[in-house]
């Protein structure tokens, strides 16, 4: 096939050239299924370089925006830790980067009208070994405790 005029050219050129839509993808190991939890708030560690996001169910997302009334079995908050790693073309800004850490709380029916509290750790491939039981107790209450952030409408 033989082209004689530039403009005829450039539609070939063109047509051939958009084969498909340039899509971000997302990697994985930056993603965390939350299921149905909603966000309570986040915490930026600069000393440790973490970047870290609450959620929780409704029930803890309730307690949290009211502290007065303690806990209540049946909330369940999630925190999830990420590494900060440079944003591309930001310069001076991070963003999340491989998962360090996802501890999760669950507060249960005690004895006495009380409650006690579920603690588990997942640690990722990139996280620093840390004993569970030797702060367990700290990072309950660390957990339990955030109020949550204000959302505008």
């Not at 939890?37 to 009211?66: C, H, P």
């Not at 209540?72 to 999830?80: D, K, L, S, T």
């Amino acid at each position: 096939m033989l082209v004689k005029t530039p403009s005829a050219a450039i539609l070939i050129l063109a047509l051939f050239s958009c084969n498909r839509p340039d899509v971000p993808v997302l990697a994985p190991e930056y993603l965390h299924n939350v299921k149905n939890l909603k966000v309570i708030t986040s915490m930026i560690n600069t000393k440790d370089s973490t970047i870290s996001i609450l959620y929780g169910n409704e029930q803890a997302l309730r307690f949290s925006g009211d502290t007065l009334n303690g806990h209540q079995p049946g909330e369940e908050f999630e925190m999830v830790t990420w590494e900060q790693k440079p944003m591309p073309h930001w310069y001076g800004t991070n963003m999340n980067g491989r998962i360090l850490f996802i501890e999760t709380v669950k507060v249960n029916a005690g004895t006495a009208n009380g409650v006690n509290f579920k603690y588990a750790l997942k640690q990722g491939p990139a996280a620093p070994f840390i004993k569970p039981k030797s702060h367990q107790a700290d990072r309950i209450n660390l957990i339990t405790r955030q109020v949550a952030a204000v959302f505008p409408f």
